[in-house]
């Protein structure tokens, strides 16, 4: 059996944790359980950004994430960036057993819109599906459709489904019968 731990990265509302956890066990068939310890991230905040910088959160969740098929998938509603980018929807370790996602700029609020809970529940079940795909050794795919088709706006996450396409769900692993 899979397992993928959420582990909360700051102040995280239940409201966002609850329903993904649900909706990763239906979407991956993975066991999902969240942490209730989460972790603090001030170390990881540049002040002149107001970021943080999601690859120093990354190198403290592997540790945690090392043994065997569990993954582990930092959750924040801080925004995330990494130097060479404006801003990263989440960031993973391909193969490896850690991600983290940002619940920040998936909300209608940051971009003068009207909030639309249902709407930032499906964006961030889609990014923590792709980030956590990752981790399974997935690269990103050229169907817009495929939750693995890479999103630089959330116009493109809007666009893509919950799901692997045939060829990234043929490449993730299977269950031992
Ligand atoms: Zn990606
Ligand atoms: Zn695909």
């Avoid at 850690?98 to 709407?119: C, I, K, M, N, T």
Wanted: hydrophobic share 40%; glycine share 8%; net charge negative.
């Amino acid at each position: 059996m899979r397992i993928v731990s959420l582990l909360p990265v700051g102040h995280v509302n239940r409201t966002l944790l609850e329903p993904l956890a649900e909706g990763l066990t239906q979407h991956l068939r993975v066991a999902c359980s969240i942490q209730p310890e989460g972790m603090e991230a001030e170390f990881a905040l540049n002040p002149l950004r107001r970021q943080y910088h999601s690859t120093e959160i990354l190198k403290r969740i592997l540790p945690g994430a090392a043994q065997g098929s569990l993954k582990v998938l930092g959750v924040t509603e801080m925004d995330l960036y990494i130097p060479v980018l404006t801003f990263v929807f989440g960031e993973a370790q391909v193969s490896d057993g850690g991600a983290v996602v940002s619940a920040h700029r998936l909300r209608q609020e940051f971009y003068g819109l009207p909030a639309d809970p249902d709407l930032l529940r499906d964006r961030l079940l889609k990014e923590a599906l792709h980030e956590l795909g990752h981790t399974f050794g997935l690269r990103h795919c050229v169907d817009y459709t495929c939750v693995m088709s890479s999103s630089n706006g959330v116009e493109r996450i809007d666009l893509k489904r919950a799901e692997f396409c045939p060829h990234c769900a043929h490449l993730m692993p299977t269950d031992e019968p």
